[in-house]
């Protein structure tokens, strides 16, 4: 399973959230998932039972420092896919003729 994932708080203001971002990542990072950070969210990939206990996790941390919290969720999952989070940016690098960012 593809996962990705975005977890704020709604009520800290529109700066800095950061530090609040960073414990999500240090707890997807604890999980042993593979996982790259964008500037709107977090791609995980793993089993499915282990990628949703993560995102329950992170939203649970959220939720106990902030009175209200965004999750937003997007998941693809298809089944016997492993390695989607670099081999779907490099079937798209191939045809735009580019090596792609892991070369």
Do not use: Q, W
Request: charged share 35%; net charge negative.
């Amino acid at each position: 399973m593809l996962a990705e994932l975005s977890v704020f708080p709604l009520d800290k203001g529109g700066h800095g959230l950061s530090s609040y971002v960073a414990e999500s990542i240090k707890i997807i990072e604890e999980s042993g998932l593979d996982f790259e950070i964008h500037a709107m969210g977090t791609l995980i990939e793993g089993p499915a039972d282990v990628v949703f206990d993560v995102i329950r996790k992170c939203h649970e941390n959220m939720a106990s420092k902030c009175d209200r919290v965004a999750t937003n969720i997007k998941i693809d999952d298809r089944k016997g896919a492993e390695g989607s989070i670099r081999r779907k940016v490099e079937s798209v690098e191939k045809k735009l003729l580019r090596k792609s960012p892991n070369e």
